[in-house]
């Protein structure tokens, strides 16, 4: 029986449910070669041992396990960052909250020298990366309650060489003492009845919902925050595309101001966050 070819890989994948460029990534990836070489070599065929090794990867994609995790790797913000199980794969909605970041960086906190700005459950490290990446000057500190995430945010920053300090616990039990510029946190927002819980099971589900309620996390952020910030900063929350409306309220009775929400490119809102002091 002849070897399989690449173009007999590839319609394999098709046949199977996974996405076509989906699929030459993790071919190429496993031969080491570009999408490019694919298509210019369909009749190349694979030693036994990535032959088995391609077929596993296709049966954890087709069941759903994220591209990025078979990749180990996902770009966020312009930056390549290494992902596993033990985090969730970085989402192109959380660069806006990266964006607002940035603007308020480069705005109303350009005067701070240097401003303090802590990543609270940081998981991959996508968001404190982005931002010291992007303001080498300003001190960053990222949080998470798992050490495993923490062990991936670590690497993703020694592999950027960014100095980023890192401290275990839950929200702000990870930061006593703390006196800051600006807060930013991508928490668990997922309601734990959500349908929609089902095709993320290969994500650490601590990192996607809180429990029975959606805002339970965003509140403890929320209102834990108004004693951790110094006067005129800024706290920046992503939450799902239903709980704006929520979440500014929470911020109004933490007696924040400037409050404004942010939507995407489908228009659904996306962060909310809010001036302290």
């Not at 601590?206 to 309620?213: C, E, I, S, V």
């Not at 933490?254 to 939507?263: E, K, N, P, S, Y």
């Amino acid at each position: 029986m002849n070897a399989p070819r690449v173009a007999d890989l590839l319609a394999d994948a098709r046949a199977a449910g996974v996405d076509r460029l989906d699929a030459q990534l993790l071919l190429g990836r496993l031969l080491g070669q570009t999408r490019t070489w694919l298509l210019a070599h369909d009749d190349a065929t694979l030693e036994p041992a990535k032959l088995s090794a391609w077929r596993g990867q296709l049966a954890r994609r087709a069941a759903g396990e994220p591209l990025a995790y078979l990749l180990g790797e996902k770009e966020f913000h312009g930056l390549l960052l290494q992902v596993d199980a033990n985090v969730l794969v970085p989402r192109p909605e959380t660069e806006i909250l990266v964006d607002w970041a940035l603007e308020l960086l480069g705005g109303p906190l350009r005067g701070k020298s240097p401003p303090r700005v802590v990543d609270l459950g940081t998981g991959s490290g996508a968001i404190a990366i982005a931002i010291k990446h992007a303001c080498p000057d300003a001190l960053v500190s990222a949080t998470d309650a798992s050490a495993a995430a923490l062990e991936v945010a670590k690497a993703n920053a020694h592999r950027h060489g960014l100095s980023i300090s890192f401290a275990a616990g839950s929200w702000w039990e990870a930061l006593p003492g703390a006196r800051l510029d600006l807060v930013l946190s991508n928490p668990p927002y997922i309601d734990g009845a959500d349908p929609h819980l089902a095709a993320l099971q290969h994500e650490p589900l601590g990192a996607l919902t809180p429990g029975p309620d959606g805002l339970t996390a965003l509140a403890q952020i929320i209102g834990g925050a108004p004693g951790r910030l110094a006067p005129g900063a800024w706290l920046l929350v992503e939450h799902g595309y239903d709980q704006a409306d929520a979440v500014q309220s929470l911020l109004r009775a933490h007696g924040f101001g400037a409050i404004a929400t942010r939507t995407d490119l489908g228009g659904l809102s996306r962060c909310t966050g809010g001036r302290h002091g």
